[in-house]
């Protein structure tokens, strides 16, 4: 029989805009002292593996990879680089630990975009080289594309997508972590000034730097190490085709796909009525809407009425981005996916503080690698062992 | 090839065809730039460079001193504890004679690359630096040298502050 796998430490160094006094590293040795004392391990000797999540132009380096062990505590040990988001990340530290040869895998995310000048080149020069890149002009016109076809196909109106905004600006506020809480309104949302129709600048999740690090434990060390492990039910992935020429502009099928293959190793049936709460992408605000939609949280089209009538605020009928999501914590690089995980397992442990979403058992982590990119992953965490229920 | 493969289809390109412009190729050059917040460590180190001197840190617990600076000790996973002045000089632990330049044209004045075992930090610790007023052929293992500043006007807080290191007569 395969392992159970379980969350048994998290750190997080807090996000903020910028960070100008300390360095990459020291971020990251924050947020690594927090996770190993929190699960309380020694990283030079009880941690098998190590895996970094990091994309080098993010960085600025070439192999970044060779930049990261001495403030993980890897040095001599075994390490890793994922090339993607931190979620990508976890579902990696899941496989290892399942195949029986590790039982500690701790895994990195991080983001430094203050230190990076020229943000929307570099997106830009993500972009196809024959086709797209001559055409000019800031790659965010992908966003505008997509939140156009899926309001005109779904009917989710202009307004909800403010109400996102509003929604995750508020929550962030009871989160100590978040970067960009603030009591923002529908109406400052839709007058502010349009960036890429129908997208308006307070749309767009505000960058920030943030170091997340979570520790992962097999079942037969899990319980040696935390009264509140946290069990990875399940994981998926997928990649849509990366012509903007050709894609399906009104739904997220990634993310349709990544749902499915994770509910299928969750052994999950009806996710409208087994998942509690969700940290889902909200990279630009009708995101949320188009995943919530991809993820059967709710029917094709319903995402925007149910957000307008307040069922994905904190104390409705599925809790969405209580830690205030990408467009409150702020949007943290391949560090993303990861910050919805860590919230996840602190609601799911009860640690939640100001933003506790009350009696919540199963929880889901869903993220999206941002423009122009078409790939996406999900995780579905829960309090309650496969056994247990 | 292969045992199942005895040849591939398609046309060689030669060199003549590249130069004639028949295989069509697409140029672009990326804008990346970036400032890295230098942080705790690497901050005080180039400022003492400005100064003329080199700032080490060291760990309680093994006690090493590790130069380039760093807050935390990576063998001991663990925040170091202060910091050290270490000495200007050192031996020489490798060396390697470059006769490229970065962009791989030959140069007729070959540049030596060492690391450098710096006094007063832990054995094997130091830096990467240019030898300087050497002969390739007279560099050697456990060379004694010494860093050449350049004048304290002129330094900006950055690894070049100092010139390079050279020879110590003994």
Known sequence: MLREVAVVGLGCTGCRPTTPGLSYKEIMFEAATRAFEDAGVDPRCDIDNFITCAEDYWEGFSIFDEFVPDQLGAVLRQLFTVTADGLFGLATAYMLIRTGEFDTVAVEAHSKASDILTFADIVAFALDPIFNRPLGGHPFYIAGLEMNRYLHETGASREACAHVVAKNRKNALSNAYAAHGANITVEDVLESEQLFYPLSRLDISPLADGCMVLVLASDKVAGKLTDTPIWVRGVGWNSDTPWLETRDWGRSVDTELAAKMAYKVAGIRNPQKEIDLAEIDDRFSYKELQNLEALQLCRRGEAGKLTEEGATERDGSIPINPSGGLLGVGYTLEASGLQKALEIVLQLRGEAGKRQVPDAETGLAQVWRGIPTASGAVAILSNRSRGAT | MSAKIKKYAGERIKTADLRAGKVPVVRWRPKV??????????????????????????????????????????????????????????????????????????????????????????????????????????????????????????????????????????
């Open chain 2, 33 to 170: 730039r970036y400032a890295w917040s230098t942080g705790i460590a690497m901050s005080r180190f180039l400022k003492e460079l400005k100064n003329g001197k080199i700032i080490a840190r060291k760990c309680h617990k093994c006690n090493r001193i590790v130069v380039p600076p760093r807050m935390y000790c990576e063998m001991c996973f663990r925040p170091t504890d202060e910091w050290v002045y270490v000495k200007d000089s050192g031996i020489i632990n490798t060396y390697s004679i470059s006769y490229l330049a970065a962009d791989a044209t030959r140069t007729d004045k070959p540049t030596v690359v060492a690391v450098i075992e710096i006094d007063g930090a832990s054995k094997g610790i130091g830096i990467v630096h240019i030898i300087g007023e050497a002969k390739p052929k007279d560099v050697t293992f456990g060379m004694k040298v010494k860093a050449v500043w350049k004048p304290p006007k002129e330094r900006t807080g950055a690894i070049t502050d100092i010139k390079y290191f050279k020879p110590v007569e003994v």
